[in-house]
């Protein structure tokens, strides 16, 4: 199986995790994909995303301690899988995981994604528990060594036949369910590293397992490897094993991480293509915040930094994982969501290009390449306002109009420079135009 071949486009949905954290449910689940089935299909929103610790029981209920209890009880098989918390799930009970769930997203037209940590539960290791396909048990291939430095829950896997026996079994599982799309995790960069050195991509063996037991599967499964920084040098193996990895650690609604996302950006340019995206974490939009044990809250952003966050992921070409509880989604989100303008910009084939960046300021550039339609986007990164251009002359020497895309306004670039005055940390973006 080809695996671009399911997902020519970035792909968008909701992740639970923004919202939720570990203590989402299944009534909360499909509350939020009746939402998108309802508002936001039709704009090319599709995935509804179950985020970590699905399996645990009582997840959140040491919040003031813990964000992942320490050996803490899970729910599993008797082949070393973890399985959905029939309490939270009750449709997963009697063996039937999150058959029903996926099901029911899938009634709506849209497509069902779960997260999974790398490894093998450490609970089946210490239970010597069985292995479907092979005859050693858990405490064999698990690497005890290898320990996710800020979740508990697993042990990584060793490099051996019998560790690809149980990835095979636990995709095998997976695709059973009616899977769409999985987020990995602890696994694209894990340590997190900033420098991009190579140690911390060296559980890159379970990556390739990740990869053959999907291709083995028979069904088309989205693979999403988390978190970042995804480390430059190792773009081949990325685009070779998956199609999407995280370029960042953890996003939130914070300035400083929307501007380190363009020097970011400005070095994965070059690594997108049809089915595989460097990925820029999740859009803490709207209503976020409500499972952390802090209260709901809304997006620390303003509007002017929602626009440039959804121009430049757009641009870009980043998948859309939108982090906010959907069922109280408000007019001013929804219109982010649903610019079709500015969504048209995230196909692969408008190739992004960055002309320049410094402290205060970036401009990026796009043509699509089925189309010929042209975009150049203006970004303040400053505390001041500022006046921002491009010099369009020598790149596209016809283009001497552009529409503003989120506020519909035409400007004329008749000198051959695009140029507006933006507030402290606005942007603009043009759709180019002949006269």
Not at 63 to 74: A, D, L, N
Not at 240 to 254: E, G, S
């Amino acid at each position: 199986m080809n695996k671009n071949s399911f997902a020519p486009t970035p792909p968008m949905g909701w992740n639970s995790y923004d919202y939720y954290d570990t203590t989402v449910n299944e009534e909360q689940v499909k509350a939020n994909a009746k939402v998108m089935a309802e508002k936001l299909k039709e704009f090319g929103w599709e995935y509804v995303v179950i985020d970590i610790e699905w399996y645990a029981h009582k997840p959140g209920s040491q919040r003031e301690k813990f964000q992942y209890i320490p050996f803490g009880s899970v729910e599993m098989d008797e082949f070393s899988r973890l399985l959905p918390d029939p309490e939270r799930f009750p449709s997963s009970q009697g063996g039937r995981g999150f058959g029903p769930l996926a099901e029911y997203v899938h009634s709506l037209g849209l497509k069902f994604g779960i997260h999974m940590m790398r490894g093998i539960p450490r609970a089946a290791a210490q239970k010597h528990a069985k292995i479907l396909g092979a005859d050693v048990t858990a405490d064999m291939l698990a690497d005890p060594a290898s320990v996710c430095r800020w979740n508990p829950d697993m042990y990584g896997v060793r490099d051996c036949p019998e560790g690809q026996a149980y990835y095979d079994s636990l995709i095998a599982l997976y695709a059973s369910w009616g899977v769409d799309f999985i987020k990995c995790d602890d696994i694209c960069n894990t340590d997190n590293l900033v420098d991009h050195s190579e140690k911390g991509f060296e559980r890159r063996h379970e990556i390739v397992m990740l990869h053959n037991a999907i291709q083995k599967a028979g069904r088309p499964i989205v693979l999403s490897l988390s978190p970042g920084p995804a480390i430059i040098q190792k773009s081949w193996q990325y685009k070779k094993y998956a199609n999407m990895w995280r370029i960042t650690d953890d996003f939130w609604d914070d300035w400083q991480l929307l501007k380190a996302m363009f020097p970011r950006c400005e070095i994965w340019q070059d690594h997108i293509a049809p089915g595989c995206y460097p990925d820029c974490d999740m859009l803490p939009l709207g209503t976020i915040g409500g499972g952390f044990g802090h209260g709901e809250r809304k997006t620390g952003f303003t509007k002017t930094e929602q626009r440039t966050m959804m121009t430049l992921w757009c641009l870009f070409g980043s998948p859309l994982m939108l982090g906010a509880e959907l069922t109280k989604l408000d007019s001013w989100t929804f219109s982010l969501l649903t610019n079709r303008e500015v969504l048209a910009m995230l196909t692969p084939l408008c190739r992004p290009e960055q002309l320049c960046r410094d402290d205060t300021q970036a401009v990026w550039a796009a043509e699509n390449r089925e189309t010929g339609e042209k975009y150049v986007a203006l970004f303040n990164l400053s505390e001041e306002e500022r006046e921002i251009a491009a010099e369009l002359a020598e790149l596209w020497p016809q283009a001497q109009r552009g529409k503003e895309l989120w506020t519909g306004e035409c400007q004329s670039f008749e000198s051959g420079r695009a140029a507006v005055l933006l507030a402290p940390h606005a942007s603009a973006v043009f759709r180019l135009e002949k006269t």
